[in-house]
């Protein structure tokens, strides 16, 4: 990589880089005492409790943060009894000698630094003075100045890769194993304080946000009482943490738990893309079975104005035409005409109703379960409770499972009685047909069973059948919908 390149990538940043190093010197500085008092305090805490301890631990994260940047999470939320970790009692405990070999290792290279400026210095002020046998001089002052460069260079390393070596232990040491029992949502609002706190999971084939359910989230605009920070994970963006607006003024605390949680929120927010994909295909579902009803509900009225109207209509002209016709075998083949066409008119009426019942659309599901039952060649007892009208969709499923249901026992149960219960309850339609039959109904082995599951289903509902060979058959659907229609 050319130095071009480097300076384009940022690798060559070296105020910065002067600046964490600077930082860096002043932590180890602060860390000799602080771990001084750690070692004089830890077992003063540990008589006095796990709470003792985790305000040690909340101050050495705190430090490491600040001066270093490294983004160690804050603990989760914890019960009162939980006890410290092995672990965090052992990184307070080493505090002092961790602090003390990277101070040691630091040191070296800027005191050589400081030791050849210091004599670059006499030697361009022409004090007068020897470094070993060479006078130090113009001449040696300034290659002396040169050297300082590289040893500059060489305590910068130092000093960063101290830091990211004590940031690393420093993450493993005040790290909590309870944190990953603790709900990602519940965490992040406990970390930072806000209870209001809450997540938007990016999904990329879509370019949108989404809730933990799938459904959309809309990031706050500037400027408003809340506010947003980006979670990437390798370069790619994973979610949102949509928090109060004053946080902004602590962005390392909120870092610190964004980069603490990032695994967890990329889990969750592969589970935010199947809730949404599942979310679409429901409301997929949805959308063709109300497309379904709206069909059946077209066709029946078209049959009803258009070809029944007609029927009707040749009817009273062959009513009219049989008082004008003599004789009698015109007469009979009159009166067999208006026979088929009366049973004409009865088999297109009872398509219709199949297609979808006028009765459902204009009365509601009491009134259409009643003329169904009374239409059955079984005797059916009816316990309807059912207050108020339902979503179509919901009636039409309804309607269609009972009917289903019913034709199955006249057709296929050899049943002498039927019961039809239906009832709803907590946005729950229930409906139960049961009969005294033989039993034995298998829904693989005919498609109307299978294709009412099909429908309850689309609805979010459940269809079970109960058919113990010689012990009749019981059909229970569930059909969540919202409170009844009034």
């Given at each position: 990589m050319?130095?071009?390149?480097?300076?384009?990538?940022?690798?060559?940043?070296?105020?910065?880089?002067?600046?964490d190093?600077?930082?860096?010197?002043?932590?180890?500085?602060v860390?000799?005492?602080?771990?001084?008092?750690?070692?004089?305090?830890?077992?003063?805490?540990?008589?006095?409790?796990?709470?003792?301890?985790?305000?040690?631990?909340?101050?050495?994260?705190?430090?490491?943060?600040?001066?270093?940047?490294?983004?160690?999470?804050?603990?989760?939320p914890?019960?009162p009894?939980?006890?410290?970790?092995?672990?965090?009692?052992?990184?307070?405990?080493?505090?002092?000698?961790?602090?003390l070999?990277?101070?040691?290792?630091?040191?070296?290279p800027?005191?050589?630094?400081?030791?050849?400026?210091a004599?670059?210095?006499?030697?361009?002020?022409?004090?007068?003075?020897?470094?070993?046998?060479?006078?130090?001089?113009p001449?040696?002052?300034?290659?002396?100045?040169?050297?300082?460069?590289?040893?500059?260079?060489?305590?910068?390393?130092?000093?960063?890769?101290?830091a990211a070596?004590?940031?690393?232990?420093?993450?493993r040491?005040?790290?909590s194993?309870?944190?990953?029992?603790?709900?990602?949502?519940?965490?992040?609002?406990?970390?930072?304080?806000d209870?209001?706190?809450?997540?938007?999971?990016?999904?990329?084939e879509?370019?949108?946000?989404?809730?933990e359910?799938?459904?959309?989230?809309t990031?706050?605009?500037?400027?408003?009482?809340?506010?947003?920070?980006?979670?990437?994970?390798?370069?790619?963006?994973?979610?949102?943490?949509?928090?109060?607006?004053?946080?902004?003024?602590?962005p390392?605390?909120?870092?610190?738990?964004a980069?603490?949680?990032?695994?967890?929120?990329?889990?969750?927010?592969?589970?935010?893309?199947?809730?949404?994909?599942l979310?679409d295909?429901?409301?997929?579902?949805?959308?063709?079975?109300e497309?379904?009803v709206?069909?059946?509900?077209?066709?029946?009225?078209?049959?009803?104005?258009?070809?029944?109207?007609r029927?009707v209509?040749?009817?009273?002209d062959?009513?009219?035409?049989?008082?004008?016709?003599?004789?009698?075998?015109?007469?009979?083949?009159?009166?067999?005409?208006?026979?088929?066409?009366?049973?004409?008119?009865?088999?297109?009426?009872?398509?219709?109703?199949?297609?979808?019942?006028?009765?459902?659309?204009?009365?509601?599901l009491?009134?259409?379960?009643?003329?169904?039952?009374?239409?059955?060649?079984?005797?059916?007892?009816?316990?309807?409770?059912?207050?108020?009208?339902?979503?179509?969709?919901?009636?039409?499923?309804?309607?269609?499972?009972?009917?289903?249901?019913?034709t199955?026992?006249?057709?296929?149960?050899?049943?002498?009685?039927?019961r039809?219960?239906?009832?709803?309850?907590?946005?729950?339609?229930w409906?139960?047909?049961g009969?005294?039959?033989?039993?034995?109904?298998?829904?693989?082995?005919?498609?109307?069973?299978?294709?009412?599951?099909?429908?309850v289903?689309?609805?979010?509902g459940?269809?079970?059948?109960?058919s113990?060979?010689?012990?009749g058959?019981?059909?229970t659907?569930?059909?969540?919908?919202?409170?009844?229609?009034?």
């Amino acid at each position: 990589m050319t130095a071009l390149e480097l300076r384009a990538s940022g690798e060559l940043a070296i105020p910065r880089r002067l600046v964490d190093a600077v930082r860096t010197l002043v932590f180890l500085l602060v860390s000799l005492a602080v771990g001084i008092g750690d070692l004089l305090l830890l077992p003063i805490a540990a008589i006095a409790g796990p709470a003792a301890v985790r305000r040690m631990l909340e101050c050495e994260r705190g430090l490491v943060n600040r001066l270093l940047c490294a983004r160690v999470p804050a603990p989760p939320p914890l019960a009162p009894d939980t006890t410290i970790t092995g672990q965090q009692v052992a990184f307070l405990a080493g505090k002092l000698p961790i602090s003390l070999g990277a101070a040691i290792l630091c040191a070296l290279p800027t005191a050589l630094f400081v030791e050849l400026v210091a004599h670059s210095i006499d030697g361009l002020t022409g004090t007068g003075s020897y470094l070993g046998p060479w006078l130090l001089g113009p001449v040696v002052g300034f290659v002396l100045l040169l050297l300082a460069i590289p040893a500059l260079m060489l305590s910068v390393g130092a000093l960063e890769a101290t830091a990211a070596l004590i940031s690393q232990v420093s993450r493993r040491g005040l790290s909590s194993p309870a944190g990953a029992t603790v709900p990602v949502r519940e965490a992040l609002a406990e970390q930072l304080g806000d209870r209001t706190l809450a997540i938007a999971y990016w999904l990329p084939e879509r370019e949108l946000f989404v809730d933990e359910r799938g459904h959309p989230v809309t990031l706050p605009e500037p400027g408003t009482s809340k506010a947003w920070t980006a979670v990437a994970h390798h370069g790619n963006r994973v979610a949102a943490i949509i928090h109060d607006a004053e946080l902004q003024a602590r962005p390392e605390l909120v870092e610190a738990a964004a980069a603490a949680a990032v695994l967890a929120l990329d889990n969750e927010r592969l589970k935010a893309d199947l809730n949404a994909r599942l979310e679409d295909l429901r409301a997929s579902r949805r959308r063709i079975v109300e497309a379904t009803v709206e069909t059946r509900r077209r066709l029946e009225r078209d049959l009803h104005d258009g070809a029944q109207q007609r029927l009707v209509s040749l009817s009273v002209d062959l009513q009219l035409l049989r008082g004008r016709v003599a004789g009698e075998p015109a007469l009979e083949l009159l009166h067999s005409a208006i026979a088929t066409l009366g049973e004409a008119q009865t088999e297109l009426r009872e398509l219709a109703r199949g297609i979808h019942p006028p009765m459902l659309a204009d009365l509601g599901l009491v009134p259409a379960l009643d003329s169904l039952a009374q239409r059955s060649a079984v005797p059916v007892e009816l316990d309807l409770r059912l207050n108020g009208r339902f979503p179509k969709q919901v009636e039409t499923a309804g309607y269609f499972v009972v009917a289903e249901a019913l034709t199955n026992v006249v057709k296929y149960a050899c049943a002498t009685h039927a019961r039809l219960t239906a009832s709803n309850s907590g946005g729950v339609l229930w409906l139960e047909v049961g009969d005294d039959g033989v039993g034995g109904a298998d829904p693989a082995n005919g498609s109307g069973l299978r294709g009412l599951s099909d429908r309850v289903a689309a609805l979010d509902g459940e269809l079970v059948i109960d058919s113990p060979v010689g012990n009749g058959t019981r059909v229970t659907a569930r059909i969540p919908s919202s409170e009844a229609v009034k």
